[in-house]
C-alpha cells in the first residue's frame, strides 16, 4: 500500500471525522453503470476484504474511489453506422442526409451500450488530518478533480486548496542544479528534465546521467529552467518532483522489510509506514521550498 504519484490539496475547512467520512462515503457508494451509462462514479472499500469504506490508523485516514467504464471503441460504433448508412443508401437511392448520419450514429452507439465490455479501477486517497491535507493516488489532474468533486458531493462542508509553497519547485530545483544543493535530508539522483523559456520551449531530458555537469550548468545560463527532478529523501524515498509540485515514481529505500503478515496485515503496516513516511516527506519539501503558501 505505497502511493506511487502525489497531488497534494490542503483541506480549509469541513469538520472531518473517521465516523462522518464513513457515513458520506457510504451514502454514495460506486453503483454498476446502467444500460446506457458509459461511466459510473462512487465510493468503494479500499480493501475488497473489508467493509469499512475508510481505513483508520491513527490520524491517518486511508478512502478509495471506484470507477466502472464501459469499453466501447469509436471505431466499432463507427463501423455499425457505416455498414446502415450502406444499406440505407441502397434502399433509397442517394446518400443519407447530415441529421439522419447522426441518427444512425446515436442509434448504433444506443444499441452497442448494452454489450460493452465494463472495466472498473480505483483511485486511493489519503487524509492526513494532522496537517489537513488530502493526497491523491494519481498523476492525471482530471482524475484527481474526479476524485475531489465526488468528495465535495459526498460530505458536506468540505474545501479543498491547491498545496502551494512560497518558493516554486522549478525555481528551486534550478537552483539546486546550479551549485547550490538542497538541505542534506535531500539528495540529488540521476534524471532531470529542462524546459527553454522561449516560444518553443524545447525539453532536454537527462537519464541515468551524471547532474553535477558543466553541460547542465551551461542550458541554465541560457535561460533553460528546471521542470523535474529526481530525488531522494532521508535515504528513505526517492521520488521526481515536478514543477507543479507533484511527486511521482515514488519508491521506498529499505524501509520495507520482509514480512509473515497476512495480505490484510501487510497492507494495514505498509499503510502506516507509507502516512508517517511520506507525511514528513510532503512537509520538509514544503520546508525546503520556503514553508507552505497559504495566501
Request: charged share 25%; proline share 3%.
Amino acid at each position: 500500500m505505497w502511493f506511487r504519484n502525489l497531488l497534494i490539496y490542503r483541506i480549509t475547512g469541513g469538520n472531518i471525522t473517521p465516523i462522518s467520512l464513513e457515513e458520506a462515503l457510504s451514502q454514495h457508494a460506486l453503483q454498476s453503470c446502467l444500460q446506457m451509462e458509459m461511466q459510473s462514479l462512487g465510493w468503494v472499500t479500499p480493501r475488497e476484504e473489508q467493509d469499512n469504506f475508510v481505513h483508520v490508523y491513527g490520524q491517518q485516514w486511508l478512502i478509495a474511489m471506484g470507477m466502472e467504464k464501459k469499453l466501447l471503441p469509436a471505431s466499432v460504433v463507427n463501423q455499425q453506422a457505416k455498414d446502415r448508412l450502406q444499406k440505407i443508401e441502397q434502399m433509397q437511392g442517394y446518400k443519407p442526409g447530415k441529421k439522419q448520419i447522426r441518427d444512425i450514429k446515436e442509434a448504433a452507439l444506443i444499441e452497442l451500450m448494452p454489450r460493452a465490455f465494463v472495466q472498473r479501477h480505483k483511485t486511493y486517497a489519503w487524509i492526513d488530518s494532522v496537517a489537513n491535507r488530502l493526497i491523491i493516488d494519481t498523476a492525471s489532474a482530471n482524475k484527481a478533480e474526479e476524485f475531489i468533486q465526488l468528495l465535495l458531493k459526498s460530505h458536506a462542508g468540505v474545501t479543498l486548496a491547491p498545496f502551494e509553497t512560497k518558493v516554486s519547485p522549478s525555481t528551486a530545483m534550478t537552483r539546486w542544479l546550479s551549485g547550490d544543493e538542497p538541505s542534506t535530508a535531500f539528495s540529488i539522483d540521476r534524471d532531470c528534465e529542462l524546459q527553454g523559456m522561449n516560444d518553443e520551449k524545447e525539453i532536454i531530458r537527462y537519464s541515468c546521467h551524471v547532474l553535477d555537469t558543466e553541460e547542465i550548468t551551461r542550458h541554465i545560463r541560457v535561460g533553460k529552467k528546471v521542470i523535474k527532478l529526481a530525488m531522494t529523501w532521508d535515504g528513505k524515498v526517492s521520488f521526481v518532483l515536478h514543477d507543479t509540485l507533484q511527486l511521482r515514481r515514488i519508491a521506498p529505500q529499505d524501509i520495507l522489510k520482509e514480512s509473515t503478515e497476512s495480505a490484510e496485515e501487510l497492507f494495514a503496516s505498509d499503510f502506516a509506514i507509507m502516512s508517517g513516511e511520506v507525511s514528513q516527506l510532503i512537509t520538509d519539501i514544503a520546508t525546503e521550498l520556503g514553508g507552505e503558501d497559504r495566501d
